[in-house]
């Protein structure tokens, strides 16, 4: 890694964590990218505080010290998860061609920018390879003989793509109604859980009530049949759950996890396609009980007004 030498923008997607923003900046500033993007959430109106937090967060990167453009895209007023991460990379894909782009709260391990790096130049003319993901939740099971293998989902804690890519992102996704009656969700997952999981998920993303924009890139890659490059290694450690998240605001098995570096020169597949057994764990392990838990929420909910 010492001769490595970052060529690649990185993005850095922030809100109101100087915590968290602190630490994974600090691992930005050590890979030294010669142009760093940087995209900020305004306050929240009535939140006390928040303003404050929002200036602080936004403060650290002037302490990028290293030979670098900085290029900012802060927004004065809130706009919510989902409409200001999606404009936020709208905006990244507009200045560059391809980018690594880490959230406020994702750590990476120092050779996550050089796997990305590698990645990005292996796969950027291949349509069928959407993003590359430095996050792998299959805790220690080796997926294929590769460094890296294929998963049709998109895991966004730490990831990399093209403006190729991101050009066919449709945030609201328009076609759903369409996939969903004809049957697209049960052909493409087997597993009943997930279905639910997904039927919910993007029923929610269409009426607008979910305020979120992975789901609409998910949305894109299962439609355009892409698939993401996942490393047989976890090179990502979400430091953000807990109650100041948006999202994640329960302490599960995915919060703070262990990453190891990846080895080079990297082994790669011998074949672009989907891992099946490495989906069947995600699905099968984390969607379809997270489709259970999430109902049992709603279920707790309503009995809670019932009660009152």
Not at 59 to 64: E, L
Not at 140 to 149: N, P
Request: aromatic share 12%.
């Amino acid at each position: 890694m010492a001769d490595f030498q970052l060529t690649t923008p990185v993005a850095l997607l922030i809100f109101n964590r100087p915590d968290t923003t602190e630490r994974v900046f600090r691992e930005i500033a050590k890979a030294k990218p010669p142009k760093l993007l940087v995209v900020a959430d305004g306050p929240r109106a009535n939140r006390a505080g928040e303003y404050e937090k929002c200036q602080q967060t936004r403060a650290i990167i002037q302490k990028a010290d290293w030979d670098c453009e900085v290029i900012t895209n802060f927004s004065e007023n809130n706009m919510g998860c989902k409409l200001r991460v999606a404009s936020g990379i709208d905006w990244i894909f507009e200045q560059v061609e391809e980018a690594i782009i880490l959230e406020d709260d994702c750590l990476p391990e120092p050779s996550f920018f050089r796997f990305c790096e590698e990645m990005l130049e292996r796969y950027r003319h291949n349509d069928r390879v959407s993003m590359i993901s430095g996050g792998n939740l299959q805790f220690g099971r080796q997926r294929g003989g590769g460094s890296y293998y294929f998963s049709r989902y998109t895991h966004i804690w730490g990831w990399a793509s093209w403006r190729r890519a991101w050009q066919h992102y449709d945030r609201d996704i328009k076609q759903w109604p369409q996939f969903r009656d004809e049957g697209w969700i049960e052909v493409l997952f087997p597993n009943k859980g997930e279905q639910e999981y997904w039927r919910n998920s993007f029923e929610m993303v269409y009426d607008g009530s979910l305020d979120t924009w992975d789901c609409s890139w998910t949305f894109t890659a299962l439609l355009r049949g892409m698939l993401q490059v996942v490393p047989n290694v976890n090179l990502i450690s979400n430091i953000g759950f807990g109650p100041e998240a948006t999202h994640t605001h329960e302490v599960g098995i995915h919060a703070n996890m262990p990453t190891q570096p990846i080895a080079f020169p990297l082994a790669h597949p011998n074949f672009v396609l989907q891992d099946p057994e490495g989906d069947r764990f995600i699905s099968e392990d984390q969607i379809a009980p997270s489709f259970v838990k999430r109902q049992l929420r709603k279920i707790n909910k309503q009995f809670s007004r019932l009660i009152k």
